[in-house]
């Protein structure tokens, strides 16, 4: 199979709303997200400027059901993904097309008390509510360690 064509998308933003979660027909779980991307460039006067570009981002599965817990608008994160167009009729008859995202992969970027702060998730796990990680099924202070 020849490689000839390439569709790949890699986007650093951040969520212009919270994630919304919902579920196709045959029950497998799509969150939608909004990002918000800067581009720069020059004006007239030779001034930079930053000019907000805004993308659609489909996120399918457990990933999906992740971004919905975990973050929330304003939060920074990373998408892997692809370009996806459809087309579809409205009820007045009238032809639609739109293209978006998506997401293979999605990492989630900056602290947990970035966004809106809806968890204690951050890039290297989830912490304790003042910064520090908790390792995954650690015990809390006073509880017996089993070794």
Not at 42 to 66: K, L, T, W
Not at 117 to 131: A, H, I, K, Q, V
Request: aromatic letters at 8%; proline letters at 5%.
């Amino acid at each position: 199979m020849a490689y000839s064509n390439i569709n790949r998308v890699v986007l650093v933003g951040r969520l212009t709303r919270d994630p919304e979660l919902r579920a196709t027909p045959g029950g497998t779980s799509v969150c939608s997200l909004r990002i918000a991307c800067n581009a720069t460039r020059r004006d007239a006067e030779g001034d930079y400027q930053d000019r907000p570009n805004f993308f659609d981002v489909s996120v399918f599965g457990a990933p999906g059901e992740a971004v919905h817990r975990y973050m929330g608008k304003g939060a920074q994160v990373a998408v892997d993904g692809r370009l996806e167009w459809r087309e579809w009729e409205t009820a007045e008859q009238e032809r639609r097309q739109a293209v978006s995202i998506v997401a293979d992969a999605v990492q989630f970027l900056g602290s947990p008390s970035a966004g809106s702060g809806r968890s204690d998730f951050g890039l290297d796990g989830p912490t304790d509510g003042e910064g520090e990680l908790v390792a995954a099924g650690a015990a809390s202070a006073g509880d017996e360690v089993p070794f």
